[in-house]
């Protein structure tokens, strides 16, 4: 179920009105990290082939993001992940940089200072 797999299920059961629950104009009842993780269930709702998250996750506490990227990592899919913050990128397994303008693939780098 996607909403379990962004783990806004919890969330949603706790609001007064549960899945009924009025979110406001643009959401605006929501924090950040329930908006990005809405987001998120109704993307994989649709159960693609190929998902896109720019900075999908960066709303999210620590363990919160770990849970959902755990989640996505086991869906049939191809992901292309735009973050800022290393732990996004942790289990990737191509990483890109921009440098200087230009891709540079930075994967071994990246593996053998993390330890990954």
Do not use: C, W
Request: charged share 20%.
């Amino acid at each position: 179920m996607s909403i379990t797999l962004a783990g806004i299920h919890q969330d949603i059961t706790q609001m007064n009105m549960g899945y009924n629950s009025l979110v406001g104009d643009m959401g605006s009842a929501l924090s950040g990290g329930q908006k990005q993780r809405l987001l998120l269930a109704r993307a994989l709702y649709r159960q693609p082939k190929i998902l896109l998250l720019d900075e999908a996750t960066s709303h999210l506490d620590a363990a919160l993001e770990h849970y959902v990227n755990q989640a996505i990592q086991q869906l049939d899919m191809t992901r292309i992940v735009i973050a800022h913050r290393q732990e996004t990128i942790l289990d990737a397994d191509i990483i890109y940089a921009l440098q200087e303008g230009k891709l540079t693939d930075v994967t071994q780098e990246y593996k053998t200072s993390f330890g990954v």
